[in-house]
DNA sequence: GCATATATTTAAGCGGACTTAACTAAAAAG
DNA sequence: CTTTTTAGTTAAGTCCGCTTAAATATATGC
């Protein structure tokens, strides 16, 4: 009991630490980019799910249609996304990254990833070997409490 | 070799998923709230650093001192920060949280913890004490990168 | 086939976050 | 004590992202 809470808070304290140098070097490295993060956050949505309709990332991205066919054209413009027809759906469109909006995005990653790298390095084999057994029983974990959802 | 590049992207892959979550709850949260995400991240900073002069806030937030003071401006006016003289340095400001930023900084942060303690509890005790050691591992490593920036 | 629903675009307009430049006041330097 | 530097504010103006409402075109239901 008091050491499962003792437990819960040092996992909380590791997802602190991966989602604050997460952020703060994604958004350096936007902010240097000259796009703006809805920009940003919109082709990290295409990067995901590969192609999708306006509508789909409206959905995830919590605002309207409206408001993503805007910001489409614009990364359309800036060479970054294509936008084409959907075969099956006339009415609908069919967002897909363009060779440059792919590398941007992967060098987004690639930023934060530096820093977890760094992490990686300064383990021992034996500890990388306990610190991997540990990240497949989160795995383990997570499929489980998803598959409850 | 081999294995250790196999690692590097499990802790990766964690680092994403923990990113992931966090931020797409946060986001859910602030957007429900009223305040923006400039708003948002702003006070996040006076709650890391507690208090803090206006120019230490622009410089983590990579922006000017006129756009601080602004958002400042507003967030004294929703009673969310007081901004008082620094009795060390009568030209400098004191930011804090009132009582009421601090509860809603507060409950954008178990919001997001929501999801990690539910990763705790579908562990067993065992499961646990395994994770339990890695963080600790990776503790030990985060000091000594940091030790070497 | 006609009515309705769906997917998206366009246009107008609003508010917010940011920038620059000028300003005030206090501290530090000489 | 004057000059310079530092900390922050204020004001004007710009740009961006968002919203609403109307429009277009395609698909679906009866």
Known sequence: MTNSLQFSQSLRKWMDTFTYRSMHDSARFVKNSGYSM????????????????????????????????????????ANMLTRTEDPNDRRAKKVE????????????INVRYLWVDQLADALSNE?????????SILDEAMKKIESRE
């Not at 082709?43 to 489409?72: F, K, P, W």
């Not at 500890?127 to 990240?135: D, I, S």
């Open 38 to 77: 809805a920009q940003f956050f919109l082709m990290m949505q295409v990067y995901r799910r590969e192609h999708c309709g306006i509508s789909d990332l409206s959905e995830h991205l919590e605002t309207s249609n409206a408001a993503v066919s805007q910001l489409v054209d614009k990364l359309v413009q």
């Open 97 to 108: 990254l363009t060779k440059e909006g792919r590398t941007f995005i992967e060098e987004s």
């Open 127 to 135: 500890e990388e070997h306990k610190v991997a057994k540990a990240l």
